[in-house]
């Protein structure tokens, strides 16, 4: 068994968030990067248990310059067996999973996992278009993942409820919270990721579909009207009054 | 030229996020001078297809095959892929729902039209496509032009409002050419949150975090819920230590919602908690410590302890609702 997860570097969820070049690049001054919360805690992470129960293959794909390197090695500390990058700087979607999926044709995996959405370009976009470009089922947004065989039952969130799927591998899936729980890489684990394979690979051709043209940020809160805690009607009268929303 | 909007129903209703997408896609057709499509796939009434057109849509197309009443996405993707082609689509709409996020990136590499996903504002199509969307968990937005023919906008739930106009749509039957190995994945069970207001379509969400102490305090908070009409959430560490389940966390790890009204009690506002609920359009925090946070990010706040303020929110919601 062989399974593909797919990394991305976010950056720290405290960061603060400032854009320079006229507003249409983030600013990294300061900020520390890590790996996707849904990559690493959940895809990352399941994908290890598989390993561990099912003896499969752990592979690593990053699409990214040489500064992502710390946040795969530290995907390979946790457990991962080999990892690649590509050599390419892009923030377009369909850019992205072509690079994953070319590198997917190659290797014949059995499961590629990604995770929910990125937490700086939420795109939830990148594993069904990954799954499209191989060839593969795709289950979306999945909370739980049991392999029997060659059969992946899984579950996955819609609006109101749950679903209980089943599908052949080779599949591809979004992983969401519920599907493993977190891990801290362990100093055995840490010198290991150092010897462990870190494959370039370059790019290959292929158009970009979208680009940024400018970042905004919101404007700043009014501010908080403070009420009495004796006096909660004030706030009842305000909330349908004032702000209409009862 | 036409714009196509994927309007997809749970248990025969269209949902209301799909509401909301054809809705903007009638405006993005109107915006480009041409008519909007919806297309409705599975077991739906008469009744239900026609009053799409009073979201805007001219003709809706409906497949109504019984195997569609739950959605196989990759059947999904390619019966839209056909009705892009018959309708001769060049914009498609897409909720960014659980659906469309399944659906709308494969249909974006199956047909090379670029995606900009959790759209918050229509086009501007002074410059070539260009969609708002939130990035950075709503922290900033980012303006992203597409610049593929074919283009593909999923619209964030509860960012526009619906609203029902007197227009009417043609229904037409459309066949596809699917078949029986097409459904590759299999759905086994289908599990409904009954009876509660579904937690990422509700317009009120009250929800509580670590200053209840522990789960034997909910009551309080649920009494509230329920004169407000709304669904519940929580925090993380409420979830982790299972004094909630876990579909009710919100925040960055957790769902992320955007109701008319958030209702925070007792929960401090952490940067990653806020990362899930900045979006609504009302914050009301309750919390005991006045430097909590989560001050800063609300539009009205009491300084006070839980237990006493919000049984007698409450009692005031009551009184002001049956009047
Ligand atoms: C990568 C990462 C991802 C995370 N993702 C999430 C996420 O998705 N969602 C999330 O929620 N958190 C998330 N967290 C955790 C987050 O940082 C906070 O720890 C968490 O939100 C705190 O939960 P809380 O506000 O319920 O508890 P606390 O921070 O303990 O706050 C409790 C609050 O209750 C108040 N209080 C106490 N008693 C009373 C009373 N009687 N009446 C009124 N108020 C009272 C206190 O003043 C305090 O402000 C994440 C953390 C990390 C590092
Ligand atoms: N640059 C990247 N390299 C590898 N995987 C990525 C990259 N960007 C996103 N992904 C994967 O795709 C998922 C969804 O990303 P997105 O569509 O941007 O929200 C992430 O959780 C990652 O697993």
Same mark, same amino acid.
């Given at each position: 068994?062989?399974?593909?997860?797919?990394?991305?570097?976010?950056?720290?969820?405290?960061?603060?968030?400032? !854009? *320079?070049?006229?507003?249409?690049?983030?600013?990294?001054?300061?900020?520390? !990067?890590? &790996?996707?919360?849904?990559?690493?805690?959940?895809?990352?992470?399941?994908?290890?248990?598989?390993? =561990?129960? #099912?003896?499969?293959? @752990?592979? #690593?794909?990053?699409?990214?310059?040489?500064?992502?390197?710390?946040?795969?090695?530290?995907?390979?500390?946790?457990?991962?067996? =080999?990892? !690649?990058?590509?050599?390419?700087?892009?923030?377009?979607?369909?850019?992205?999973?072509?690079? &994953?999926?070319?590198?997917?044709?190659?290797?014949?995996?059995?499961? &590629?996992?990604?995770?929910?959405?990125?937490?700086?370009?939420?795109?939830?976009? *990148?594993?069904?278009?990954?799954?499209?470009?191989?060839?593969?089922?795709?289950?979306?947004?999945?909370?739980?993942?049991? @392999?029997?065989?060659?059969?992946?039952?899984?579950?996955?969130? *819609?609006?109101?409820?749950?679903?209980?799927? =089943?599908?052949? #591998?080779? @599949?591809?899936?979004?992983?969401?919270?519920?599907?493993?729980?977190?891990? &801290?890489?362990?100093?055995?684990? *840490?010198?290991?990721?150092?010897?462990?394979?870190?494959?370039?690979?370059?790019?290959?051709?292929?158009?970009?579909?979208?680009?940024?043209?400018? !970042?905004?940020?919101?404007?700043?809160?009014?501010?908080?009207?403070?009420?009495?805690?004796?006096?909660?009607? =004030?706030?009842?009268?305000?909330?349908?009054?004032?702000?209409?929303?009862? | 030229?036409?714009?196509?909007?994927?309007?997809?129903? $749970?248990?025969?209703?269209?949902?209301?996020?799909?509401?909301?997408?054809?809705?903007?896609?009638?405006?993005?057709?109107?915006? +480009?001078?041409?008519? /909007?499509?919806?297309?409705? +796939?599975?077991?739906?009434?008469?009744?239900?297809?026609?009053? +799409?057109?009073?979201?805007?849509?001219?003709?809706?197309?409906?497949?109504?095959?019984?195997?569609?009443?739950?959605?196989?996405?990759?059947?999904?993707?390619?019966?839209?892929?056909?009705?892009?082609?018959?309708?001769?689509?060049?914009?498609?709409? $897409?909720?960014?729902?659980?659906?469309?996020?399944?659906?709308?990136?494969?249909?974006?590499?199956?047909?090379?039209?670029?995606?900009?996903?959790?759209?918050?504002?229509?086009?501007?199509?002074?410059?070539?496509?260009?969609?708002?969307?939130?990035?950075?968990?709503?922290?900033? $937005?980012?303006?992203?032009?597409?610049?593929?023919?074919?283009?593909?906008?999923?619209?964030?739930?509860?960012?526009?409002?619906?609203?029902?106009?007197?227009?009417? /749509? /043609?229904?037409?039957?459309?066949?596809?050419?699917?078949?029986?190995?097409?459904?590759?994945?299999?759905?086994?069970?289908?599990?409904?949150?009954?009876?509660?207001?579904?937690?990422?379509?509700?317009?009120?969400?009250?929800?509580?975090?670590?200053?209840?102490?522990?789960?034997?305090?909910?009551?309080?908070?649920?009494?509230?819920?329920?004169?407000?009409?709304? /669904?519940?959430?929580?925090?993380?560490?409420?979830?982790?230590?299972?004094?909630?389940?876990?579909?009710?966390?919100?925040?960055?790890?957790?769902?992320?919602?955007?109701?008319?009204?958030?209702?925070?009690?007792?929960?401090?506002?952490?940067?990653?908690?806020?990362?899930?609920?900045?979006?609504?359009?009302?914050?009301?925090?309750?919390?005991?410590?006045?430097?909590?946070?989560? $001050?800063?990010?609300?539009?009205?706040?009491?300084?006070?302890?839980?237990?006493?303020?919000?049984?007698?929110?409450?009692?005031?919601?009551?009184?002001?609702?049956?009047?």
């Amino acid at each position: 068994m062989k399974i593909l997860v797919c990394i991305s570097k976010t950056p720290d969820t405290t960061a603060k968030i400032a !854009f *320079i070049d006229n507003n249409t690049k983030f600013s990294e001054a300061g900020v520390q !990067f890590i &790996i996707n919360p849904y990559d690493e805690w959940y895809a990352l992470v399941r994908a290890l248990e598989l390993k =561990e129960t #099912l003896n499969a293959t @752990v592979h #690593l794909i990053t699409v990214g310059g040489a500064d992502t390197e710390p946040v795969i090695r530290k995907a390979l500390a946790l457990g991962g067996d =080999e990892a !690649f990058r590509v050599d390419a700087d892009s923030h377009d979607s369909y850019f992205i999973a072509s690079q &994953i999926a070319a590198h997917a044709r190659s290797e014949n995996y059995d499961i &590629i996992l990604t995770g929910k959405e990125t937490i700086d370009y939420n795109g939830s976009s *990148i594993g069904g278009m990954v799954a499209e470009l191989a060839g593969l089922p795709f289950v979306s947004i999945a909370s739980k993942l049991d @392999v029997n065989g060659t059969t992946a039952t899984l579950r996955r969130e *819609i609006e109101g409820g749950e679903e209980t799927v =089943e599908v052949s #591998l080779p @599949v591809a899936i979004s992983a969401q919270k519920g599907m493993a729980e977190a891990r &801290i890489p362990n100093m055995r684990g *840490i010198m290991a990721a150092r010897t462990k394979p870190l494959k370039v690979i370059a790019p290959v051709a292929v158009d970009q579909l979208t680009s940024v043209t400018s !970042f905004e940020l919101p404007p700043a809160k009014a501010g908080v009207k403070l009420i009495s805690p004796d006096n909660v009607e =004030e706030l009842v009268k305000l909330l349908h009054e004032e702000a209409k929303v009862i | 030229m036409s714009v196509l909007i994927f309007a997809d129903q $749970f248990q025969g209703n269209i949902k209301k996020s799909a509401l909301e997408a054809v809705q903007y896609g009638s405006k993005v057709a109107q915006q +480009l001078g041409t008519q /909007a499509t919806a297309i409705v +796939l599975g077991e739906v009434s008469a009744d239900e297809l026609a009053s +799409l057109g009073r979201y805007g849509a001219s003709k809706v197309l409906h497949v109504a095959d019984a195997r569609l009443n739950e959605l196989e996405t990759g059947v999904g993707v390619k019966i839209i892929a056909e009705a892009v082609e018959k309708e001769n689509a060049d914009v498609i709409v $897409f909720s960014h729902n659980f659906s469309g996020r399944a659906i709308a990136p494969q249909l974006s590499a199956r047909l090379k039209a670029g995606l900009v996903a959790g759209a918050i504002a229509l086009p501007d199509t002074s410059a070539g496509f260009v969609v708002k969307k939130n990035v950075f968990s709503g922290k900033a $937005f980012a303006n992203v032009n597409i610049t593929s023919a074919k283009k593909i906008v999923s619209v964030l739930p509860n960012t526009f409002n619906v609203e029902a106009g007197s227009g009417t /749509a /043609a229904v037409e039957a459309f066949a596809p050419s699917i078949s029986d190995a097409d459904f590759k994945i299999k759905i086994t069970k289908v599990e409904t949150v009954s009876g509660e207001v579904p937690l990422t379509e509700a317009e009120i969400v009250v929800s509580g975090g670590r200053g209840l102490k522990g789960p034997e305090n909910w009551g309080i908070l649920e009494d509230l819920a329920h004169a407000l009409g709304a /669904a519940t959430a929580c925090s993380r560490p409420v979830a982790d230590a299972h004094w909630r389940p876990h579909h009710e966390h919100v925040g960055q790890t957790g769902f992320t919602v955007r109701p008319n009204l958030y209702v925070a009690i007792g929960i401090s506002g952490a940067i990653q908690h806020l990362a899930g609920v900045n979006g609504s359009k009302v914050i009301v925090v309750i919390n005991k410590d006045a430097e909590a946070p989560f $001050f800063k990010a609300a539009d009205y706040g009491i300084v006070g302890d839980a237990f006493e303020v919000v049984p007698k929110l409450t009692e005031a919601v009551k009184k002001y609702k049956g009047k």
